[in-house]
């Protein structure tokens, strides 16, 4: 077959279709690489498919096919193209050609910049976050190895689970952490490695307050004493007030009265209401795709990020009212959303309007990711697409950076890997809702 497919490449001038995207991948000289095509179908489909690589090296500034041949240091195994002990030589464009019919190909460009040293433009995307409870390696996704962390380059001991886990994570735990996955080719271990920055935002609680109310008590009567906090803190909750009255003529009897009130944790923190905002084409599907988006969205994502893990998310037809504004409605909840959970399908529509209201949601989110950067976003695709260039320009750059996670029917476990890399994605859970809902809060 692979024959076949080079002589239609060559006697019949076949022309492989090329995605506008490209992906760029930083790396250190002295470690090795495992690189899949940057396709998520062309990385996972490979029955009845064949595959050649090429490489277009800044050095030489010529494209040169890539050998087969595993005891040589470049070569590749299908889908997979292995760069062992990596040198500043290995910089250059990498292509995979990839062959899904006998006369239909697709080409990925993949830019490798190999660094002497450690460079900030090594650090994978920064995660700031009001709160986090663990940092996904983002090497070694789709091979089996084990993990070394680091923090801020000194080596964190007995710690080799991936995520790493943060306990109360705090201002103290910012840092660059470093993840080395140490893997085996063929006998000989090699090592990959990715650094991510941590940042914790501020966490004050801006336009809130409350007054105190203390009663102190003379023998004749009952004087009342005000005390307003017009900006609460996270320190003011964790405060005890009390009142002392003295008078110089008779004696006061003071005691301070305890006070409960309920604080609803998820708005306090952030103004924040839900963990995240679904996003999904509700329309123009066909009955197959309709029936595998209605199953995914109502029955596992429910199931797992809800039920199980107690995030809280807005979900249109379910958590809207009949008769609001559906544009002010979707403005204001993404708003209210930590994430966004953008749903791809293979029947998308092209139809780039603003006026239906799931195209409108898609607008509004991709510019609060895109332009304002306020929103994480997590892209969850369902079934086989061959490329995204139907999809809108803001959609395809956010699919350039990040692949998105592939669901598999049947994939309900909370355990499957899927699920565990959504997970770790969404915020942390700030309140505990599968057993109560608010925080009670007591100040003396």
């Known amino acids: 077959n692979f024959d076949l497919f080079i002589y239609l490449f060559v006697v019949l001038d076949i022309r492989c279709e090329r995605p506008d995207e490209k992906t760029t991948l930083q790396v250190r000289a002295g470690e090795s690489l495992y690189l899949p095509c940057p396709n998520l179908q062309c990385y996972k489909e490979t029955e009845n498919s064949s595959y050649v690589w090429f490489r277009n090296l800044s050095s030489t500034k010529q494209v040169e096919q890539i050998g087969t041949e595993e005891s040589e240091r470049v070569h590749y195994h299908h889908s997979v193209l292995y760069i062992l002990w990596l040198n500043l030589n290995d910089t250059g464009r990498y292509i995979t050609r990839w062959w899904y019919e006998e006369d239909n190909c697709d080409e990925f460009e993949t830019d490798l910049v190999v660094h002497e040293e450690f460079s900030t433009d090594l650090l994978y995307h920064t995660m700031a976050e009001k709160k986090v409870s663990g940092i996904y390696c983002p090497v070694c996704e789709d091979q089996q190895g084990s993990i070394t962390w680091y923090k801020n380059f000194s080596l964190i001991p007995n710690q080799e689970s991936d995520p790493l886990r943060i306990p109360n994570s705090s201002k103290e735990s910012e840092g660059i952490y470093t993840c080395v996955c140490t893997w085996e080719h063929h006998g000989i271990k090699h090592n990959s490695s990715g650094s991510r920055r941590l940042i914790i935002e501020g966490r004050f609680i801006t336009g809130l ?236």
Not at 269 to 274: H, M, P, Q, R, S
Not at 416 to 435: D, E, G, H, L, T
């Open 209 to 444: 307050w409350f007054t105190l109310l203390f009663f102190s008590r003379k023998m004749d009567g009952t004087i009342q004493s005000l005390l307003t906090i017009t900006e609460v803190s996270e320190s003011d909750l964790r405060s005890k007030f009390a009142c002392r009255a003295e008078d110089s003529v008779e004696m006061i009897f003071c005691f301070s009265v305890c006070i409960l009130f309920t604080v609803y944790y998820l708005i306090l923190t952030d103004g924040k209401l839900y963990d995240a905002y679904v996003i999904y084409q509700r329309n123009n599907l066909d009955e197959a795709t309709s029936k595998t988006l209605s199953d995914f969205v109502n029955g596992s994502l429910l199931t797992v990020l809800e039920s199980y893990y107690g995030f809280k998310l807005f979900i249109h037809g379910r958590d809207d009212l009949p008769g609001e504004d559906c544009m002010n409605l979707i403005e204001t909840e993404i708003q209210l959303s930590r994430r966004l959970i953008i749903i791809l399908t293979p029947e998308a529509s092209t139809d780039k309007s603003s006026v239906s209201p799931e195209a409108y949601d898609l607008q509004v989110g991709l510019h609060q990711a895109l332009v304002q950067g306020e929103t994480g976003v997590i892209l969850i695709q369902l079934g086989k697409m061959q490329d995204y260039t139907h999809l809108p320009l803001g959609l395809q750059h956010l699919l350039s950076k990040n692949s998105p996670l592939l669901w598999r029917d049947g994939e309900s476990s909370p355990n499957s890997r899927f699920w565990k890399r959504v997970r770790y994605q969404m915020p942390v859970v700030s309140s505990n809702q599968n057993q109560q809902k608010s925080n009670d809060i007591q100040v003396l």
